[in-house]
């Protein structure tokens, strides 16, 4: 992208942009496409989250959020690929937090760690208590993360601390959400061609924009990147008004 176009887009986003979030999807897809092993793809599903973190850091962004792992997925998926993802995230964690730490992003999680293996639970929450003191960005993974599982958890942690049913609202409800601690996001990208947003951040993103691409997780790099960002300055953002 000429750097003059960049500049624009980015001045105009500097104004607008407080949350990007991710829904990386293709790994798999790539790989064949490739011909290689399947579980390949998902290297490549490393080198792109890194890459994209970094971009977003450059241009200010101060949340970006990735869906790593969906609920789902570790409900429908071989033990065989889980266990590749696992240790592919430890290993992803591993490689990003001496660079979160330098740049003073801080990291956070979504998810239910009922669902994941104890020592995930461990890396991901001595991660986030390593760089819970942050302040340029704040990094934030799905992992394990449902929207209707994170809708019930948020009810019974609701009832467990002795709610009030009668002062409930849309905003009382937020600090019993995953997502809740968090903007709501501005955007949301999707790799992989599918138009559907699959419930990720979904109370929270009543207004947010979508952009929708056929590229491949893998192959989502900085020109796709700000293909993304440009749509935003298209946009009518209303907010109910």
């Known amino acids: 992208m000429r ?7 980015i001045y105009f986003l500097i104004f607008s942009l407080v949350h990007l979030w991710f829904i990386m999807d293709g790994n798999r897809r790539w790989a064949k496409q490739h011909m290689i092993q399947t579980l390949l793809g998902h290297q490549e599903w490393r080198i792109r989250l890194e890459e994209m973190v970094e971009l977003c850091y450059n241009e200010k962004i101060e949340y970006c959020s990735f869906w790593a792992l969906a609920k789902k997925n570790i409900e429908n998926r071989s033990t065989e690929e889980l266990t590749y993802l696992y240790d592919l995230l430890v290993k992803s964690i ?6 979160l730490l330098e740049k003073s992003i801080k990291f956070e999680w979504v998810g239910n760690s009922d669902i994941l293996p104890p020592h995930i639970v461990k890396v991901l929450n001595d991660a986030t ?74 109370y929270t993103s009543e207004y947010s924009e979508y952009y929708f691409t056929d590229t491949l997780w893998p192959d989502f ?21």
Do not use: C
């Open 221 to 241: 790099k900085e020109r796709e990147f700000y293909k993304a960002l440009e749509t935003l300055k298209w946009a009518r953002r209303m907010f109910g008004k």
């Open 129 to 202: 208590k390593e760089a819970e003191n942050g302040t340029k960005m704040t990094l934030i993974l799905a992992i394990g993360y449902g929207w209707q599982d994170e809708i019930i958890r948020g009810m019974k942690n609701f009832i467990k601390n002795g709610g009030d049913i009668n002062s409930l609202d849309e905003t009382t409800f937020l600090p019993f959400l995953d997502t809740g601690r968090f903007p709501p996001p501005d955007l949301i990208v999707r790799t992989g061609g599918d138009t559907r947003h699959s419930g990720y951040f979904l």
């Open 94 to 99: 591993q490689s990003l937090l001496p660079k």
């Open 3 to 9: 750097q003059n176009r960049k500049t624009e887009i």
